[in-house]
């Protein structure tokens, strides 16, 4: 029996005739670049997120661009953010010329550690951008203090997190713009690459709306260099389709992540993911830490079993090549380093089966059983 780490085709097999019905009608109807669909899908995400506007782009990469840019974020400024993230939160930072600024996180979270923000703020310092990891929200509540108290905007990277909640308000519309991202294992993913900023600010969503398709207004008239981001006509129609599901996967999603916290509460050498206080996890991932240097060896074990896990992430981003020119050292952001050395993602999608599940969890646990055996004999 194999076990994916995510399962792609699920929801197409699910929704295939909606689908088809409106793939069709787009091939159909011609209108492949900024078709109808495009604004249709964008009021109707505003509306799920409860906010003024969203704007759609080709990519969660590109909404964190988009972002930076209608913020006049650029050469000389720095962002604070997360170095434990995927790529793309700085790879956005440093395309617009400004440089990230790590702060450790927080082990219990996962999450930038709000606590230590305040003492890596300079002169320099435009931003903060949150990364909401593996679904679960930042605290949001301190890092806004934190920004109003010294003026600087607020990213929120919710590529992992869309649905998830902090305090009653969903994620990505507590801060100044919110980015999105619908690659295929999001928990809203489309069939191919779409991202979408969201923002109750009408002049930044006036902005990321002209940026995303060459920096112009009106056709062939442009008035600063922008991008070609524009979410395809076919994805914002699949988005459509899609949508309306995100409650209930995420709540799935919800319902795995609990049976993992109470069939895996006992199992020695593990440390599970926590509940969030004030705020809901949409669970992108179920992420646990492996103790004593048996990450490793318990992936392999479950491999073994054809159970697949993945490790997000095996290198911070401040000890990545293309940040070395950042300086900072070995040992300089801890919680991080560990991280990377602990984490392992479970099985986690939305109809991953109760016996697929259990397979797991029996795994996990005679994995553990065995890694103690050989942790004592060593
Ligand atoms: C935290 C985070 N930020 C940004 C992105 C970029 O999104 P995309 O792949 O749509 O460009 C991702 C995607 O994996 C992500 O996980």
Not at 222 to 244: C, F, W, Y
Not at 265 to 281: D, Q
Not at 326 to 337: A, C, K
Request: glycine letters at 6%.
């Amino acid at each position: 029996m194999k076990i994916p780490s995510f399962d792609a085709k699920s929801q197409y097999h699910l929704l295939a005739p909606e689908l088809i019905n409106v793939v069709s009608s787009v091939m159909a109807d011609g209108r492949y670049i900024m078709g109808p669909q495009v604004k249709c899908f964008e009021m109707q995400f505003a509306s799920y997120l409860d906010c003024a506007s969203t704007i759609s782009c080709n990519s969660g990469t590109d909404a964190l661009h988009l972002a930076l840019r209608a913020l006049n974020i650029g050469v000389g400024d720095e962002v604070i953010t997360t170095p434990f993230t995927f790529i793309a939160t700085t790879e956005a930072i440093g395309i617009v010329g400004a440089t990230p600024v790590f702060v450790d996180v927080d082990l219990e979270t996962y999450n930038i550690d709000p606590q230590q923000i305040e003492s890596k703020i300079t002169e320099r310092t435009k931003a903060i951008l949150p990364v909401h990891l593996y679904g679960r929200p930042c605290d949001m509540s301190t890092i806004m203090a934190i920004a109003r108290k010294y003026n600087l905007k607020v990213i929120e990277d919710c590529a992992q997190a869309t649905g998830a909640v902090w305090q009653g308000q969903k994620v990505g519309t507590i801060g100044d713009v919110g980015c999105f991202s619908f690659f295929p294992t999001k928990n809203l993913g489309c069939f191919g690459d779409g991202g979408a900023i969201a923002t109750n600010d009408p002049e930044i969503a006036d902005r990321v709306e002209y940026l995303r398709r060459h920096g112009g207004k009106i056709k062939y008239q442009h008035e600063e260099l922008g991008l070609n981001s524009r979410l395809d006509t076919l994805q914002a129609a699949i988005l459509s389709v899609k949508l309306p599901y995100l409650e209930q996967w995420n709540t799935a999603r919800k319902a795995i992540a609990y049976y993992y916290l109470e069939q895996l509460a006992s199992v020695a050498g593990i440390v599970l993911p926590s509940v969030v206080a004030n705020g809901t996890s949409v669970w992108n991932q179920f992420t646990i830490r492996v103790l004593d240097g048996q990450r490793d060896r318990l992936q392999q074990q479950l491999n073994q079993k054809g159970i697949s896990t993945m490790v997000y992430y095996p290198i911070p981003l401040h000890l990545q090549k293309v940040h070395s020119h950042l300086n900072y050292p070995l040992g300089s952001l801890p919680n991080s380093e560990k991280l990377s050395t602990e984490v392992l993602s479970l099985p986690m999608f939305p109809e991953l089966s109760l016996f697929e599940q259990q397979i797991t969890v029996e795994a996990i646990s005679q994995a553990s059983a065995n890694l103690s055996c050989i942790h004592e004999y060593v």
